[in-house]
C-alpha cells in the first residue's frame, strides 16, 4: 500500500504507475461521509480517476453540516465501523485524535506536510501529531455587492464597525425588488448560526466561558453582539433566516437577492456576481477574533477495516497533486480548486489568476487567532476546544434562532442558553 499514492495519481498527473496489488486480490471498496459543500461535490467527480486507476471503489454519503456531525460522531465514538473515512474539522480532530477515536495520519516526503499552512496543520493536530488532513480550510469575511454598494452611496472598509456594517446593509436594503440588505446564518447548530455569533460575541469583547469555565451568556457584551445581530437580520435580512445557513445563502447571493454576506471565505470560490468585492470582518472593538478559522478535514475512524486503503486515499485526496488536478480538470479549473490549505496554493500564478479572492482569504486566514488569551481561557475561535462544547453550543444555537424568530426576545433567549450551558458543564464535573 505504501506506492498508492504514487499509482493512483496516474490518470490526472500522467505519472506513470504499476497496478496496486491488494492482500485478497481485491480492491477495496471505501465508504465516505462528507459535507454536502461545492468542494466536496466536486471531489466525486474528480476521483473518478483515483479509482478508475487503482480499482478502488470510493461510495459517498453526502449530508448536511448538522446532520453529518451527529451521525459521524455517533458512529466514531461507538466505533460503529459504518465509514472509512469521515469530514471533521478542527472541534473534533485534536480531541478524537487524543482519544483514540481517529486514526493518526503519517504521509509519504512528497505529500510535503510542511506546506500545509500552519494554523491548518495545528488545529487537525494533537501533541504534535496530524489525525486529520485539511480538505480545505477557511476563515470569515465580508463579501459585498460593489455595484449595489456604489448605487447607494456607501463604503464598506476591512475590519469595520458595526454600526457601519448595518448602515451599509440599510442602504443596500431594497425588498421591494428582490435584494435584501445582510444575508447571514440563522440557522440553529454549533457550526451554523453558532459559529457566526460567537465571532460577533468575540469582537465585542465576550466569550463563551470565563476563567472558570462558567458559561457567559448573560454578560452585557453577549447581549449587545445578539441584539445588534438580531436587528440587523430582522431589519435587513431576508425573510426566514432563522433557516438559513452556508447552502442557502449562497443560493441567495447568487439569484442577486443579497447585499452582503458575511460567512466562510470558501464561499469566494462558488460566487457568480462579477461585481463582489472583499473586506475582513467587522470589529466592534476587540481586535482578537473577529474572524473564525476552520478546516474541512478527512480523518479515518479506529473502527474501519480499511486503514491502509482509507489514509492513502486522504493522502491523495488533500495533496498538491489533488489541486492540481482541479486546476486542470475541465469540468472546473483554478477558480475552483480548494484553497486555505496550502502555501503553494497562494503562490501558483494559475490560481491567483483565476481567483480575486485569494489576497483577502489568506489574510483572513492568517489573522484568525485561536489560541487563548486574557478574554477567552480556550483554545478556539467560533468554537471551543472541549467535549462539551458541541452539545453547549446546539443549545445555544437553538436559543439564538428563537430570538431571531422572535420566539423570544434576546434576553429570554440568552437566560435559557446559560441555564442550559451551565447544566450541561456542571454535569460534565467542571465544577
Given at each position: 500500500m505504501k506506492s498508492l499514492m504514487n499509482t493512483a495519481l496516474g490518470l490526472t498527473l500522467g505519472?506513470?504507475?504499476?497496478?496496486?496489488?491488494?492482500?485478497?486480490?481485491?480492491?477495496?471498496?471505501?465508504?465516505?461521509?462528507?459535507?454536502?459543500?461545492?468542494h466536496m461535490i466536486n471531489m466525486q467527480t474528480v476521483a473518478e480517476a483515483y479509482t478508475a486507476e487503482t480499482g478502488v471503489k470510493l461510495n459517498w454519503v453526502s449530508l448536511e453540516e448538522g446532520v453529518l456531525r451527529e451521525q459521524v460522531t455517533s458512529d466514531t465514538a461507538t466505533g460503529g465501523g459504518q465509514y472509512d473515512i469521515i469530514n471533521i474539522g478542527m472541534q473534533e480532530a485534536p480531541i478524537w485524535g487524543a482519544a483514540g477515536w481517529i486514526e493518526p495520519l503519517n504521509f509519504g516526503d512528497d505529500y510535503d506536510v510542511d506546506d500545509i499552512l500552519p494554523a491548518m496543520a495545528?488545529?487537525?493536530?494533537?501533541?504534535?501529531?496530524?489525525?486529520?488532513?485539511?480538505?480545505?480550510?477557511?476563515?470569515?469575511?465580508?463579501?459585498?455587492?460593489?455595484?449595489?454598494?456604489?448605487?447607494?452611496?456607501?463604503t464598506i472598509a476591512d475590519n469595520d464597525s458595526w454600526e457601519n456594517i448595518t448602515a451599509a446593509a440599510a442602504a443596500m436594503h431594497d425588498p421591494d425588488n428582490g435584494v435584501y440588505g445582510a444575508c447571514l446564518r440563522g440557522k440553529p447548530g454549533w457550526g451554523d448560526n453558532g459559529a457566526f455569533i460567537g465571532t460577533i460575541a468575540n469582537s465585542f469583547g465576550a466569550a463563551y466561558f470565563d476563567a472558570d469555565m462558567v458559561p457567559t451568556f448573560d454578560t452585557p457584551e453577549f447581549n449587545a453582539a445578539v441584539t445588534m445581530y438580531v436587528n440587523l437580520l430582522q431589519n435587513y435580512g431576508p425573510p426566514g433566516s432563522e433557516g438559513n445557513s452556508f447552502n442557502e445563502i449562497l443560493a441567495l447571493y447568487n439569484e442577486g437577492k443579497c447585499g452582503l454576506w458575511i460567512d466562510a471565505t470558501i464561499a469566494a470560490s462558488f460566487l457568480e456576481n462579477p461585481a463582489v468585492r472583499y473586506a475582513q470582518s467587522p470589529n466592534a472593538g476587540n481586535p482578537v477574533g473577529a474572524n473564525w478559522l476552520w478546516a474541512w478535514a478527512m480523518a479515518v475512524p479506529t473502527g474501519t477495516d480499511n486503514t491502509e486503503e482509507a489514509i492513502a486515499f486522504i493522502e491523495w485526496a488533500t495533496s498538491k497533486a489533488y489541486?492540481?488536478?482541479?486546476?486542470?480538470?475541465?469540468?472546473?479549473?483554478?477558480?475552483?480548486?480548494?484553497?486555505?490549505?496550502?502555501?503553494?496554493?497562494?503562490?501558483?500564478?494559475?490560481?491567483?489568476?483565476?481567483?480575486?479572492?485569494?489576497?483577502?482569504?489568506?489574510?483572513a486566514i492568517n489573522s484568525a487567532a485561536p489560541e487563548a488569551t486574557d478574554i477567552k481561557p480556550y483554545v478556539g475561535v467560533q468554537f471551543v476546544?472541549?467535549?462539551?462544547?458541541?452539545?453547549?453550543?446546539?443549545?445555544?444555537?437553538?436559543?439564538?434562532?428563537?430570538?431571531?424568530?422572535?420566539?423570544?426576545?434576546?434576553?429570554?433567549?440568552?437566560?435559557?442558553?446559560?441555564?442550559?450551558?451551565?447544566?450541561?458543564?456542571?454535569?460534565?464535573?467542571?465544577?
Open positions: 505519472v506513470a504507475g504499476a497496478s496496486v496489488a491488494f492482500a485478497d486480490g481485491h480492491a477495496p471498496e471505501l465508504t465516505i461521509a462528507i459535507v454536502n459543500n461545492g495545528a488545529g487537525l493536530s494533537a501533541d504534535g501529531q496530524l489525525y486529520a488532513a485539511p480538505f480545505y480550510g477557511e476563515s470569515s469575511m465580508v463579501m459585498y455587492r460593489g455595484d449595489l454598494a456604489d448605487a447607494a452611496g456607501v489541486i492540481e488536478a482541479v486546476g486542470n480538470h475541465p469540468d472546473f479549473g483554478w477558480g475552483s480548486v480548494p484553497t486555505g490549505t496550502r502555501t503553494s496554493t497562494y503562490s501558483n500564478a494559475d490560481f491567483l489568476a483565476a481567483a480575486p479572492f485569494a489576497e483577502a482569504e489568506l489574510a476546544s472541549i467535549p462539551e462544547f458541541p452539545e453547549v453550543g446546539t443549545a445555544f444555537g437553538q436559543e439564538m434562532a428563537a430570538a431571531l424568530s422572535g420566539d423570544k426576545t434576546v434576553e429570554e433567549a440568552l437566560a435559557a442558553a446559560q441555564e442550559a450551558a451551565l447544566a450541561i458543564m456542571t454535569e460534565a464535573g467542571y465544577y
